[in-house]
């Protein structure tokens, strides 16, 4: 089943439904659902060595450098998101990279700031149970490419918890 089909057989509010479903800034969606701004809370962030897998995904040699990054979207005070992200910093445009590096900026933002071209090619998506998340116990999980010029320029898995919070 592809991922639309997928997405479209699972029993979620409609907002988590477009938020789960886009191609675009989730934390911009957010915005506009919650009507309050949305906050990027950086859980951690560091330099690790690519492993095979990640080698694969960005083409680069095992052990380059990738940025791991974890954050939190909130929006009034409720945390909406659960998001990892991975970039090889080697494949990164320089102001990119900078900005990347900085704390609490939105990856939509950063890509819209330096007029960088990108699509987003869906992996996977799936709802997962007993997994708890900010309260709820059933969540939200998919995972896509940020393409740029035909190489990924990031990997992100997205967790949204499968609640009452999305009936906006």
């Not at 799936?126 to 969540?139: C, R, S, T, W």
Request: aromatic share 8%; proline share 5%; with cysteine.
């Amino acid at each position: 089943m592809d991922f639309l089909e997928k997405l479209k057989s699972f029993d979620i509010p409609t907002c988590l439904r477009v938020c789960a479903g886009t191609d675009g800034s989730v934390t911009f969606l957010l915005e506009i659902m919650t009507k309050h701004p949305t906050a990027v809370v950086t859980e951690y962030q560091h330099i690790i060595p690519a492993d095979e897998q990640m080698s694969e995904i960005f083409s680069v040699s095992p052990g380059a450098d990738i940025n791991e990054r974890v954050v939190t979207l909130t929006a009034g005070e409720v945390s909406y998101v659960y998001a990892r992200s991975l970039s090889a910093i080697e494949k990164m445009p320089e102001g990119v990279r900078c900005d990347m590096m900085k704390a609490d900026i939105p990856i939509g933002r950063i890509l819209r700031d330096h007029d960088i071209e990108t699509r987003r090619d869906f992996e996977g998506i799936d709802i997962i149970e007993d997994f708890p998340l900010f309260g709820a116990q059933k969540v939200l999980s998919r995972s896509y490419r940020i393409v740029h010029h035909n190489g990924v320029l990031m990997w992100i898995n997205e967790k949204f918890p499968v609640d009452d919070r999305w009936c906006l």
